[in-house]
């Protein structure tokens, strides 16, 4: 079955910190991959992306991902966090064709301490 | 410019009532969605549409009816609303070719509460 596994369900960090959250995901074939972000009270807004090409994708306001094909990982990273960071973050795949759903993870609540 | 945009952002309605709720873009997207974002933030394709086509239809209740006047407008009609249809319901488009989906753009979101 299709699913995207995100097994941070809440992660506190203090400023300036590391980040790096998990995506898993079980998916046949070709896949696209994405991560959104939650600030809260607001809508979803796509931080990165990953369609083809460099598995490393770099995406706003210095986050990152890589796509590692034999792990089914496509986990998030940005190497100093920010207070303005605290949001939801969702990991999402589908399919290439437009027959495809989107799958979201549960999402990763990240909450930074000043 | 909102390029997506959700009506009303706040329902507060008492169980049984029938609602709609509406959603517009402005990107010339031909693919419009939307979807159910439970209190545990746990989010779910609903239905998407393509030029006013129904391409997705997860198993949703009956009760849930989606309509596209256009294809920059598809509403979300709820009839005999329940206490379990509280959810924050966003609209997302996208501009998609004949095979191949691009990234989607989510509007705000309508905060739904059953009373």
């Known amino acids: 079955a299709q699913s995207v596994s995100q097994h941070n369900h809440h992660v506190i960090l203090s400023e300036a910190a590391s980040l790096e959250l998990g995506c898993n995901y079980s998916?046949?074939?070709?896949?696209?991959l994405f991560w959104y972000v939650q600030y809260p009270g607001q809508h979803l807004q796509l931080l990165l992306k990953?369609?083809?090409?460099?598995?490393l994708v770099k995406g706003i306001k210095g986050f990152e991902a890589e796509f590692i094909k034999s792990k089914f990982s496509f986990n998030l990273r940005k190497p100093s966090v920010q207070w303005s960071d605290t949001a939801e973050y969702f990991c999402a795949v589908e399919g290439p064709s437009r027959a495809s759903k989107i799958i979201f993870g549960s999402g990763t609540r990240l909450s930074i301490r000043p | 410019d909102t390029a997506v945009s959700q009506t009303p952002k706040y329902l507060v309605t008492q169980m049984g009532n029938d609602k709609s709720i509406k959603c517009e873009q402005n990107?010339?997207?031909?693919?419009m969605y939307w979807y159910k974002q439970d209190s545990k933030k746990f989010l779910k394709i609903m239905f998407s549409?393509?030029?006013?086509?129904?391409?997705i239809n997860e198993t949703v209740p009956n009760r849930f009816s989606p309509k596209s006047p256009d294809k920059a407008h598809l509403n979300l009609h709820i009839n005999s609303l329940e206490l379990g249809d509280s959810a924050v319901y966003f609209c997302?488009?996208?501009?998609?070719?004949?095979?191949?989906?691009?990234?989607?753009?989510f509007g705000p979101g309508t905060r739904l509460l059953v009373l």
């Open positions: 549409y393509n030029n006013k086509e129904l391409i």
């Open positions: 990953y369609f083809s090409g460099d598995p």
């Open positions: 997302a488009s996208s501009q998609d070719t004949a095979s191949l989906r691009e990234t989607q753009y």
């Open positions: 990107l010339g997207h031909d693919t």
């Open positions: 998916y046949g074939g070709t896949v696209n």
